[in-house]
């Protein structure tokens, strides 16, 4: 919408590759599947199998 | 649908505002505002009943107190004032239409109801289970029911948000990458996701179990799911308002980030390690190894922690690298001294920076050690931490940035400028010390969430040194303090959209005076400067600060936990 990235657009070639860790932080939805997958693993489920490991009283 | 969006272009800034999420972004601020002045006046409330001297409340109506005051502002004044920030930083920072603007709404509706619902749950006093409702004490269902709706009602906003950044690249309203302001404001809604989707697995069930249908909910297995939810609640915060200093900075100075790539990456990492700290609640636990606690309360490692750091150091950064350039060079500190302190955006956003950062942020780390927090857990330290963070951190800057959205988004100018330009230091000055002076009884032993810090009426008496009741003292004064700034803001605020002088169309107010440069809050790009010695020596302080107090806190425990 700026004029700064149109001129930064005007002088980039089309066929440049585009770097992929901008393509990754241009992709909300991979973003969003990171952000819940990585908490979920080492937070949530991890914690989850230790609490399902702690023996019951007799 | 496209077509029948209407635009207006705000005469200040340049921007292409959608009139629906215009109206969106008021709602949503207005909702937040009414409810931080109802949790603040409970907070006031318990900060006066932990006053030994003063024990205003009888012991129900605290817990009833405590636990309205901990709901009103950890979640809903910060959640309303949220989706006001991602409206604002998707459809206007993009120049694009609200995706769904009536999702939005319904979504706004929700979160009023269920706000509603739990409050007068709570009022009706069978419900002071506190925020963290632990099982197995038991609330009212519609104590959770108002949570539940209010969370959905949250995550529609999320999607509405996640659509628009859809919308905008279809329909080509940016190029290139989304400016940073918008990938701070996304951060914020990845975490939201996971925290209502967190939220939601352990709140059903508990509804179920209030109503009858369920007979039991192991408390381990709900203290574990429900800071997923509880702590990355405060996540979303640190992301939200990061992205507010730098919104701040780009319209006060038209600053830009100084590596506008650094500061996306110290985003990445937010999304992926910041809610992973939610085990700091669990790190006396027994059930748990102490490779899951160090590795979560780590932040994986402490790199989430370099993220704050990163933007800790890129917001004044950019703001001194802004100054240079209009010839602020003299000295070190040219370019902070010449800041325009007098407005109130630039001096709460600047002081919500720097208590964010030396109280709220080193305390969370040293608190986040295994060993340290020994010393500290489940004592006034943790609220002393986290008002450091949430209050001194999120609701200052949040407060900051309203005084641009009174004038810029509701079209009014602002009221009562005199008291507009003292109120962030006196709320800011206010919340520090109760940072400060909690964390100081904490240290000392001062238990959290009780009523009475002296213990009369136990079977086995415990006296703590006089410094914590001078601590406790200090925190209800430092609370009157921070109530008076309060009171400042709503009277800002409210006089201001409703009685300040309507703005005729195209008519700029007479504050803020922005930059033209301030077209930076809607681009991406660095300011590709280094040349920032003021800042260098800033970063260096704080390093200096952290070190210090966290071997501080390791002598500390070695005097009470002798090994030898």
Not at chain 2, 127 to 133: A, L, N, P, Q
Not at chain 2, 476 to 481: C, K, P, R, T
């Given at each position: 919408?700026?004029?700064?990235?149109?001129?930064?657009?005007d002088?980039?070639?089309?066929?440049?590759?585009i770097?992929?860790?901008?393509?990754?932080?241009?992709?909300?939805?991979?973003?969003?599947f990171?952000?819940?997958?990585?908490?979920?693993?080492?937070?949530?489920?991890?914690?989850?199998?230790?609490i399902?490991q702690?023996?019951?009283?007799? | 649908?496209?077509?029948?969006?209407?635009?207006?272009?705000?005469p200040?800034?340049?921007?292409?505002v959608?009139?629906?999420?215009?109206?969106?972004?008021?709602?949503?601020?207005v909702?937040?505002?009414?409810?931080?002045?109802?949790?603040?006046?409970?907070?006031?409330l318990?900060?006066?009943?932990?006053?030994?001297?003063?024990?205003?409340?009888?012991?129900?109506?605290?817990?009833?107190?405590?636990?309205?005051?901990?709901?009103?502002?950890?979640?809903?004044?910060?959640?309303?004032?949220?989706?006001?920030?991602l409206?604002?930083?998707?459809?206007?920072?993009?120049?694009?239409?609200?995706?769904?603007?009536?999702?939005?709404?319904?979504?706004?509706?929700?979160?009023?109801?269920?706000?509603?619902?739990?409050?007068?749950?709570?009022?009706?006093?069978?419900?002071?289970?506190?925020?963290?409702?632990?099982?197995?004490?038991?609330?009212?269902?519609?104590?959770?029911?108002?949570?539940i709706?209010?969370a959905?009602?949250a995550?529609?906003?999320?999607?509405?948000?996640?659509?628009?950044?859809?919308?905008?690249?279809?329909?080509?309203?940016?190029?290139?990458?989304?400016?940073?302001?918008?990938?701070?404001?996304m951060?914020?809604?990845i975490?939201?996701?996971?925290?209502?989707?967190?939220?939601?697995?352990?709140?059903?069930?508990?509804?179920?179990?209030?109503?009858?249908?369920?007979?039991?909910?192991?408390?381990?297995?709900?203290?574990?799911?429900?800071?997923a939810?509880?702590?990355?609640?405060?996540?979303?915060?640190?992301?939200?308002?990061?992205?507010?200093?730098?919104?701040?900075?780009?319209?006060?100075?038209?600053?830009?980030?100084?590596?506008?790539?650094?500061?996306?990456?110290?985003?990445?990492?937010?999304?992926?390690?910041?809610?992973?700290?939610?085990?700091?609640?669990?790190?006396?636990?027994?059930?748990?190894?102490?490779?899951?606690?160090?590795?979560?309360?780590?932040?994986?490692?402490?790199?989430?922690?370099?993220?704050?750091?990163?933007?800790?150091?890129?917001?004044p950064?950019?703001?001194?690298?802004?100054?240079?350039?209009?010839?602020?060079?003299?000295?070190?500190?040219?370019?902070?001294?010449?800041?325009?302190?007098?407005?109130?955006?630039?001096?709460?956003m600047?002081?919500?920076?720097?208590?964010?950062?030396?109280?709220?942020g080193?305390?969370?780390?040293?608190?986040?050690?295994?060993?340290?927090?020994?010393?500290?857990?489940?004592?006034?330290?943790?609220?002393?931490?986290?008002?450091?963070?949430?209050?001194?951190?999120?609701?200052?800057?949040?407060?900051?940035?309203?005084?641009?959205?009174?004038?810029l988004?509701?079209?009014?100018?602002?009221?009562?400028?005199?008291?507009?330009?003292?109120q962030?230091?006196?709320?800011?000055?206010g919340?520090?010390?109760?940072?400060?002076?909690?964390?100081g009884?904490?240290?000392?032993?001062?238990?959290?969430?009780?009523?009475?810090?002296?213990?009369?009426?136990?079977?086995?008496?415990?006296?703590?040194?006089?410094a914590?009741?001078?601590?406790?003292?200090?925190?209800?004064?430092?609370?009157?303090?921070?109530?008076?700034?309060?009171?400042?803001?709503?009277v800002?605020?409210?006089?201001?959209?409703?009685?300040?002088?309507?703005?005729e169309k195209?008519?700029?107010?007479?504050?803020?005076?922005?930059?033209?440069?301030?077209?930076?809050?809607?681009?991406?790009?660095?300011?590709?400067?280094?040349?920032?010695?003021?800042?260098?020596?800033?970063?260096?302080?704080?390093?200096?600060?952290?070190?210090?107090?966290?071997?501080?806190?390791?002598?500390?425990?070695?005097?009470?936990?002798?090994?030898?």
């Open positions: 919408m700026s004029d700064h990235n149109e001129e930064v657009d002088n980039t070639p089309d066929n440049e590759p770097p992929l860790m901008q393509r990754v932080l241009d992709n909300p939805f991979l973003l969003l990171l952000g819940i997958a990585v908490p979920t693993v080492f937070y949530l489920i991890w914690g989850i199998i230790e399902t702690i023996p019951i009283a007799d | 649908m496209s077509n029948n969006t209407e635009f207006r272009t705000c200040t800034t340049g921007l292409k959608d009139l629906a999420a215009e109206k969106l972004i008021k709602v949503n601020a909702a937040a505002v009414v409810f931080l002045a109802i949790g603040g006046l409970f907070g006031l318990v900060a006066l009943t932990r006053w030994p001297e003063v024990h205003l409340l009888p012991a129900d109506f605290f817990y009833l107190a405590l636990t309205a005051h901990g709901l009103d502002v950890l979640l809903v004044w910060i959640i309303f004032f949220e989706m006001a920030v409206y604002f930083a998707s459809a206007v920072l993009l120049g694009s239409r609200l995706a769904a603007p009536k999702f939005a709404w319904a979504g706004f509706v929700l979160m009023l109801v269920g706000a509603v619902i739990t409050n007068i749950v709570v009022l009706q006093g069978k419900s002071s289970v506190m925020f963290t409702s632990y099982v197995p004490l038991k609330a009212e269902p519609g104590f959770y029911l108002g949570i709706l209010f959905v009602g995550l529609i906003g999320c999607f509405v948000f996640f659509a628009t950044l859809v919308v905008a690249r279809q329909e080509r309203t940016y190029q290139g990458s989304i400016p940073l302001v918008t990938f701070g404001a951060t914020a809604a975490i939201a996701v996971f925290t209502i989707a967190s939220g939601a697995i352990i709140l059903i069930p508990t509804l179920l179990w209030s109503l009858g249908y369920v007979a039991n909910i192991d408390p381990i297995l709900y203290k574990t799911i429900w800071w939810m509880g702590h990355s609640s405060q996540q979303i915060n640190v992301a939200a308002h990061v992205s507010i200093w730098y919104a701040i900075a780009a319209m006060t100075f038209g600053a830009k980030p100084l590596s506008e790539k650094v500061s996306r990456m110290a985003f990445l990492m937010y999304i992926l390690f910041l809610q992973i700290a939610s085990a700091h609640h669990m790190l006396v636990e027994p059930g748990f190894s102490s490779e899951w606690k160090i590795f979560n309360t780590s932040y994986a490692m402490y790199l989430a922690v370099l993220g704050s750091m990163v933007h800790g150091m890129t917001v950064g950019s703001i001194e690298a802004a100054q240079r350039s209009r010839g602020l060079n003299k000295g070190m500190f040219e370019w902070l001294r010449k800041a325009p302190w007098g407005n109130p955006a630039f001096a709460g600047f002081m919500s920076l720097v208590f964010f950062g030396f109280i709220g080193i305390s969370g780390v040293v608190m986040g050690t295994e060993q340290i927090n020994l010393i500290m857990h489940n004592t006034l330290y943790v609220p002393g931490h986290f008002h450091g963070t949430v209050v001194a951190g999120t609701t200052l800057a949040f407060m900051a940035i309203t005084y641009y959205l009174v004038p988004i509701f079209r009014r100018e602002l009221m009562f400028m005199k008291l507009a330009k003292l962030p230091y006196v709320f800011g000055i919340v520090a010390g109760i940072s400060v002076f909690m964390m009884a904490g240290t000392l032993g001062v238990s959290r969430r009780h009523w009475d810090m002296q213990f009369a009426d136990a079977v086995l008496p415990f006296d703590y040194p006089s914590a009741f001078l601590m406790m003292g200090l925190n209800g004064m430092s609370a009157v303090l921070a109530a008076v700034g309060g009171i400042m803001f709503v800002v605020v409210v006089g201001s959209v409703f009685f300040g002088r309507k703005l195209d008519e700029k107010p007479s504050y803020p005076e922005v930059p033209p440069q301030s077209a930076a809050v809607a681009q991406h790009g660095s300011a590709e400067s280094l040349k920032i010695p003021g800042t260098t020596m800033l970063v260096a302080i704080f390093f200096i600060a952290f070190v210090l107090y966290y071997f501080v806190n390791w002598k500390y425990l070695s005097e009470i936990w002798p090994l030898s």
